[in-house]
DNA sequence: ACGATTGGATACCTTCGCTATCCATGTTAG
DNA sequence: CTAACATGGATAGCGAAGGTATCCAATCGT
């Protein structure tokens, strides 16, 4: 197909699409000649999966470029992806120096008895986190974290329990991609919802 | 205190207060004559939570004011604010249109046995994503989701312990609306260090 | 053969979150 | 008292992000 029915199929405009080559978020397609280049589904499949990224969770394009690199890099080793890449997107900004609180998300993951690669930057959010929330008043330890990291692991043993059943490891990694972050802000609907329910039944009559 | 204590003391230029000012972030100061204002410690800590809401989790100027509007309006009935405001937090534009998985969402949470607002804002964000979802060709279901939601019912149980010992109505509101909106990088990032934790004890040798 | 489409390049546009500059009024140190 | 400096208020500008619009020459379909 051409760029005009990858268009019309995706619902992407067609200055957009070149957008997104430009920025490399989009493989080039086949060229035929000079000047005529052929598409596939796998690039109808990608730009769906740059608007989901894009749209529907709020990833900015370098972010979504990041990600989809790491995604054709780590199609073999898939918690690997999961751990590295994704751990930096809801960061602005890379922070140079190392927060005060980074020696106390080891320790909890020590207690917890997690195997998580030292540089994950999970790490650090959890650290910055941490700090901002102390920095305004609201006590956060160790006490406190542990049992949602607990919940925690219960949201990531059925995480995984959707990859089972998928023999090719391209398919694999890119559910995984989709289940973590897609998934994300259904999760804290969830919650809220959660709250709002277990609000209603403490302090309701 | 004036505008350049004010400045030194949160760490923000006089240039960006007085830019908060005028977008309805911050109450004016207290005018002591025509040309002079005078701020004290509730602007302190409002500029500290502006700060909190804007840089670590990244809210639009217009959210946060949305969010410390429903603040200052809901600081009676705490649990109001959670579900009523903060749904729309995520989603960048409004959707017009009704989602098609929004009566499948509503079955969900009444096979859960949840009371929840019927405009709440969370039940759109979810329905957006199932159907996001599974336009991607990932399934998702009730038999998935349901599981997922009861983990939820647990964070849940965990935030509002944090709000127990509170007797102050303004504080306890503010400190849900910190634990609900600061603590969901967190949490996310328990969620991938847990995956990559879960995922070496699956498939690891 | 010829109008429509394509790839490729470049310029432009809008929104967001500040930032810089002016200016008239006020405060304050000497 | 007065001169230097700070303040509130208004307006204009800036840089990044995410597209969009326009040109152009080559090429395709008929």
Redesign the pocket.
């Known amino acids: 197909m051409?760029?005009?029915?990858?268009?019309r199929r995706s619902g992407?405009?067609?200055?957009?699409?070149?957008?997104?080559?430009?920025e490399g978020l989009l493989a080039?397609?086949r060229?035929?000649?000079?000047?005529?280049?052929?598409?596939d589904d796998r690039h109808l499949r990608r730009l769906r999966l740059i608007r989901a990224l894009?749209?529907v969770r709020g990833?900015?394009?370098?972010?979504t470029r990041e990600v989809l690199d790491a995604l054709e890099a780590h199609t073999g080793d898939t918690h690997l992806l999961l751990g590295l890449t994704l751990g930096s997107v809801s960061l602005s900004g890379e922070s140079a120096e190392q927060d005060p609180a980074t020696g106390e998300v080891e320790s909890l993951v020590e207690e917890l008895g997690w195997h998580v690669h030292e540089s994950a930057p999970a790490r650090a959010t959890l650290a910055e986190t941490l700090t901002s929330l102390r920095s305004l008043g609201v006590p956060m330890d160790r006490h406190v974290l542990l049992p949602y990291a607990r919940l925690a692991e219960g949201i990531a043993a059925l995480d995984l329990d959707q990859l089972d059943d998928l023999p090719d490891p391209l398919e694999a990694a890119e559910r995984a991609l989709l289940l973590t972050v897609l998934l994300e802000p259904a999760l804290m609907a969830l919650r809220r919802m959660a709250q709002e329910n277990e609000s209603a039944r403490r302090h309701a009559p």
């Open positions: 051409r760029v005009s029915e990858l268009s992407v405009s067609v200055t957009t699409i070149k957008y997104y080559l430009r080039p397609g060229q035929t000649s000079a000047t005529q280049a052929e598409y894009t749209g990833l900015s394009v370098a972010t």
